[in-house]
């Protein structure tokens, strides 16, 4: 008897401790302008609470500080190449970033703090779009369908190093299966999973670290070249989002937004008709149990506090990637600019 009450007791304490977080209910947005410049930012990440790293068109990458607002920037070239940067990743240690065309070029942080070439690719064809790690150690990028499979790299040993997947190790081709190179979110990390969105509405997915895969079909819209997912975002193991659309036709709402509660196993269309339409990146907002979802695109801010049932517009402003700093502090950034977001 005194055992069973014992494990009453515990059970009634983890329980308190884990009651279910509720939606932040935002109303407005705040933006303040944090860096101007006549560059394309569709990559952004934190290194940490304090710093914000970016790297985008014309060679250019950085970094903002986001507690004072200074800027600090620099251009990359490779010979007489200035490389076009939509890919930025980190560990507890380095930065990383990767251009996108042949030659896609992946940069690390070297020991005399300058960046250096850690692995390059070229070919016609040749695209990349996107970059995460799960570690200090091990990372992954991803990138358009090159010599008859989805091109995917692999490091294990904290970015020196990169080795790209054969096509016999992934799920069967289809044509000219890619990413969209638009906000950095085509992969998502939780432990030792990996989902990977791509233009055909599939989503590549691989529960450990990429030694071997499987694809899982969605009801995604991929009709034509330009539609597609274009972003994916997991707010724990089993609940995730994916929006996209078609960017030629940005109003566009059918069969645009999809939800997965089992890990991607199954997905449903959810506000489906419904706006918003096109967006390019999507986030579940933190602290909020997984009810709040943040989408941007050219076409502005949108905001859902219901798991992605409904949407409302809080700012006609347009971004191309966002991440959150803490649950009611974002940066996003778009073309020719980064800025802060405070939402009440």
């Known amino acids: 008897m005194k055992k069973y009450l014992l494990f009453s007791v515990i059970g009634f304490i ?40 970016f790297a985008g068109s014309k060679g250019m990458y950085g970094t903002v500080d986001v507690t004072s607002g200074k800027v ?16 930025v990743a980190h560990t507890t240690t380095d930065f990383f970033m990767l251009s ?24 016609e064809g040749v695209f990349y779009d996107a970059m995460k790690f799960w ?25 020196y190093t990169w080795q790209k997947i054969s096509c016999y ?20 990390l939780i432990g030792n999973k990996v989902w990977i969105a791509t233009t055909s509405g599939r989503v590549f997915y691989s529960d450990d670290k990429g030694h071997s895969w499987i694809s899982l079909e969605t009801p995604f819209i991929k009709e034509k070249e330009t539609q597609g997912m274009y972003s994916i975002d997991f707010y724990n193991e089993n609940l995730g989002f994916a929006i996209g659309g078609d960017f030629t036709a940005p109003n566009a ?10 890990g991607g196993k199954t997905w449903q269309l959810i ?3 419904m706006a918003p339409g096109y967006k390019s990146c999507v986030q579940y907002i933190p602290n909020a149990g997984g009810n709040d979802l943040l989408a941007v695109g050219f076409t ?43 939402f009440k």
């Not at 600090?72 to 890919?87: C, G, S, W």
């Not at 091990?138 to 008859?148: H, L, P, Q, R």
């Not at 709402?253 to 089992?262: C, G, P, S, V, W």
């Not at 966002?322 to 802060?340: P, Q």
């Open 14 to 53: 983890v329980l308190s401790c884990q009651d279910p977080q509720e939606s932040h209910n935002y109303s407005t947005v705040k933006l303040e302008s944090v860096f101007q410049d006549s560059v394309s930012i569709r990559a952004i990440e934190f290194l940490d609470q304090q710093t914000l790293a």
């Open 72 to 87: 600090r920037t620099n251009v990359m070239q490779y010979d007489t190449i200035v490389p076009q940067f939509r890919a």
């Open 100 to 123: 996108i065309q042949s030659p896609a070029l992946l940069y690390k942080t070297g020991d005399n703090g300058k960046m250096e070439l850690v692995y390059k690719e070229e070919g």
């Open 135 to 159: 570690n200090d150690k091990e990372g992954i990028a991803v990138g358009d369908t090159f010599e008859g499979c989805l091109s995917i790299i692999i490091t294990r040993d904290g970015g």
């Open 169 to 188: 190790e992934l799920p069967n081709e289809i044509d000219k299966e890619g990413a969209f190179a638009a906000s950095n979110t085509n992969i998502e």
């Open 253 to 262: 709402n059918e069969a645009n937004k999809i939800l997965t509660e089992d």
């Open 271 to 273: 506000a489906n008709g």
């Open 300 to 342: 502005g801010i949108d905001y859902s506090n219901d798991g992605g049932s409904s949407w409302k517009t809080l700012s006609e402003e347009g971004f191309y990637t966002i991440r959150f700093l803490n649950d009611s502090v974002a940066y996003a950034a778009g073309r020719n600019r980064i800025s802060k977001l405070t």
